[in-house]
């Protein structure tokens, strides 16, 4: 075989090569958007949440059905960034008061099972509330997880909701788990009524790329490169934003009321080393708590009475 022959051969091999690679690349980006982003809510409707909560936190069950019988728990909705209807639980205070709570769930999980931290607002700590299900969670309309970052324009709407409910001279604590604490320090950075006075984050991600990676790491063991790229980039096209724009650190640069940060030391979904770029990045003021031995999400579960006492002094300093 010749020269000019074997060049073509080579050619040829490498084009087909780089076509089985694009088009892996592809078939990659969008298994991976649709596994992250597609919603599942699968054994999380309100019967199989209220049961997973009672299991876990017994003392929800009895306070639940008092809201209930009472008609203490109510429901209110809104159009949301994606022209989508929104739900969400509010409960008022046993006495009046201006203080009030607005609280973000976390990835794939519902208002219900958010009312955990409900009851440490509503019953211990005599808070108006508000638990949002986010675009797409729980009642919610939509279908693609949106990782906190259009959710942030919701919670903005939720926020003009709670003032609606409780009146003009509320003050406000945003407190959020999870994808819910990224939600709320994606919240922190934008332009907000003054009735926000503070937040509590609870081991929320320092951007979305960040979290993807590492998940890609460690579900496959793959590097961010190129399938994250190619993948953020179809997010783009399909959604409108990209991985790494959706940044709990860039917005919390831009926040000036006080925010507490809370991880567990154990936790490895959202790693623990997150917290503390996201803390130094924060400017006062601000706290940082880190719970020993606390999983993922776990810090209150494990710590009721500790996380209770931190909250409480932490959101008195701000809310009277």
Known sequence: MNRRKVTKVVRYALLTLLIILLGGITWGSFYMLNYSLTS???????????????????????????????????????TGNENTKLHAYYIAANRPTKKTAVLVHGYTDNAIRMLMIGYLYNHEMN????????????QSEGNTIQMGWKDRLDVIKWINMAKAIYGDSISIVVHGISMGAATTMMVSGETLPANVKCFVEDCGYTSVWD????????????????????????????????????????????CHLPMFFIHGDADKYVPTWMVYPLYEAKPAPKMLWIVPGAE???SYKQNPKMYLAKVKSFTDSYIN
């Not at 808070?127 to 729980?138: E, M, R, S």
């Not at 998940?215 to 991985?243: M, V």
């Open 40 to 78: 599942n809510r699968n054994g999380k409707d309100k019967a199989e949440s209220y049961k997973y909560m009672y299991e876990n936190y017994p003392y929800l069950h009895p306070w639940v059905d008092s809201l209930k019988q009472a008609s203490a728990l109510k429901d209110t909705f809104i």
């Open 296 to 298: 993922h999400a776990k």
């Open 127 to 138: 808070y108006n509330v508000i638990l949002p299900d986010l675009h797409a969670h729980g």
């Open 211 to 254: 979290e993807f990676s590492q998940e890609l790491k460690k579900r496959f063991d793959l590097p961010a490169f190129p399938l994250l790229n190619s993948t953020s980039l179809l997010c783009k096209i399909k959604y409108g934003w990209t991985f790494k724009e959706a940044s709990s650190l860039d917005q919390i640069k831009k």
